[in-house]
Each structure stands twice: as C-alpha cells, then as structure tokens.
C-alpha cells in the first residue's frame, strides 16, 4: 500500500496550528534605528534654519528675533499636522 501524499495541514510549509489565519499581522513599532534618522533630520534642519537665518541681513534677522513669527510659524504648522492627521483615509476601513 502505498503512504498518502502529505497535504497542506502535514507538508513542510504547514500553518502553525496556534496562528490564527483571520487575524492581520500586527505592525511593528518603530524601532532606534528609525528614531534615530528622524532625529538627525530634524537637527539637521535645524542646523540648516539657523545658517540660513545668519547669512540674512541684520533688518531681516530683526523680524526674525524680535516679533513672534516663529510662534506663528509653529502655530499653523501645528494646526496644519493636526487637520492633515485628521483628514487622513482610515486605514483600516
């Protein structure tokens, strides 16, 4: 007689029998390497900001430093974040 040929459930490639298959992968977090590249990114524009606002003219670097336009600038580039996150697609529907 001969041995059944083995199928999906007994093959080499068989599911494990505690995953469950209707359940999506869950997505990993990020880790210190992605932490890190967005760190060096942002000190880099930083860096970046503070160069090109030394090469400015002093009347220039006057409206700079002495109104609130960064706090402006932070302002509506927060609220613009927010209303971005906000109208974002939902992934999951």
């Known amino acids: 007689m001969s041995e059944p040929r ?5 093959g ?13 992968p869950v997505p990993r ?4 390497r992605e932490v ?4 060096a990114v942002l000190v880099g524009a930083v860096l970046g900001l503070a160069v090109a606002t030394s090469v400015l003219p002093t ?3 006057d409206v700079i430093f ?3 336009l960064a706090i ?8 613009g974040l927010l209303v971005w996150l906000v109208r974002r ?5």
């Open 59 to 61: 009347g220039l670097q």
């Open 89 to 93: 697609p939902n992934p999951e529907a």
């Open 72 to 79: 402006v600038v932070l302002l509506f580039g927060t609220i």
């Open 6 to 10: 083995p199928g999906p459930a007994d």
């Open 66 to 68: 002495r109104t609130p």
């Open 12 to 24: 080499p490639y068989a599911r494990p029998p505690d995953r469950m298959p209707d359940r999506p």
């Open 29 to 32: 977090s990020p880790g210190w």
């Open 36 to 39: 890190l590249g967005v760190a």
